[in-house]
Structures are given as structure tokens and as C-alpha cells.
């Protein structure tokens, strides 16, 4: 699956910021959505997930209750609202697509399909 992210930007603290992914095509039930981001000189860290056919979703400590994934089947899109962004949230935000179970979702080595990313950069 060739993931497709767009939306990034550059706000300030306080900002929100809607990213999107959209699938080239159908996504089948059992996959997960998920997003990730990347600061400069650090690693990978778990965003948010979805699963498809549920719409379960997990949320990293670090964005909980301020950020929301969602999706729109017809369009085979997932979203990432960010609300009360703040200058640490500045990253390189991935989307990611695979089918991992529940105790491994927060894993970058779970997702095997990724978007190219966008870049969030939060002013203060």
C-alpha cells in the first residue's frame, strides 16, 4: 500500500493543524492506520492508530486529548487532527499501514507501508 501524507505546516503553539493520508485504494478490514513522527535526532515515536475495521484507536501519552485520528472509508483516507499544538510536537509526522496485533501497535517495526512524510514545525 503506497501511502500518501499531506498537511504539515508551520503554526504556532497553541494552532491546530489537520494532516492527512489517503490509500490508493480500498483498505482491507484487518489493517491498522497509523501515525508516527520523528523529531531531529531522535527516534521514531508512536502518534496515534486506528484500526480499519473498528475504528479502535491508541493514542501516544504525549498527544492524548489533544489529538484525534480518524478516517473517511469512502475516500480511504485517515486523518490526524492536532489541537493545542505546542513547539515539542514539531516533527516529520508518517503515516503507517500494516496489521499488528493490539501489544505491538505502538512498534515502528510492526508497519510495513509508509508515507513520505510532512513536516509540523510549531513556533512558540
Known amino acids: 500500500v503506497q501511502l500518501q501524507a499531506s498537511g504539515g505546516g508551520l503554526v504556532q503553539a497553541g494552532d491546530s493543524l489537520r494532516l492527512s493520508c489517503a490509500a490508493p485504494?480500498?483498505?482491507?478490514?484487518?489493517?491498522?492506520m497509523a501515525w508516527f513522527r520523528q523529531a531531529p535526532g531522535k527516534e521514531r515515536e508512536f502518534v496515534a492508530a486506528?484500526?480499519?475495521?473498528?475504528?479502535?484507536?491508541w493514542y501516544g501519552d504525549s498527544v492524548k486529548g489533544r489529538f484525534t485520528i480518524s478516517t473517511d472509508n469512502a475516500k480511504n483516507t485517515v486523518y490526524l487532527q492536532m489541537n493545542s499544538l505546542k513547539p515539542e510536537d514539531t516533527a516529520v509526522y508518517y503515516c503507517?499501514?500494516?496489521?499488528?496485533?493490539?501489544?505491538?501497535?505502538?512498534?515502528?517495526?510492526?508497519?510495513?507501508?509508509w508515507g513520505q512524510g510532512t513536516q509540523v514545525t510549531v513556533s512558540s
Open positions: 503507517a499501514s500494516g496489521t499488528p496485533i493490539v501489544s505491538t501497535i505502538r512498534r515502528v517495526s510492526s508497519y510495513k507501508s
Open positions: 485504494g480500498r483498505i482491507s478490514s484487518n489493517y491498522v
Open positions: 486506528l484500526r480499519w475495521t473498528n475504528t479502535n484507536t
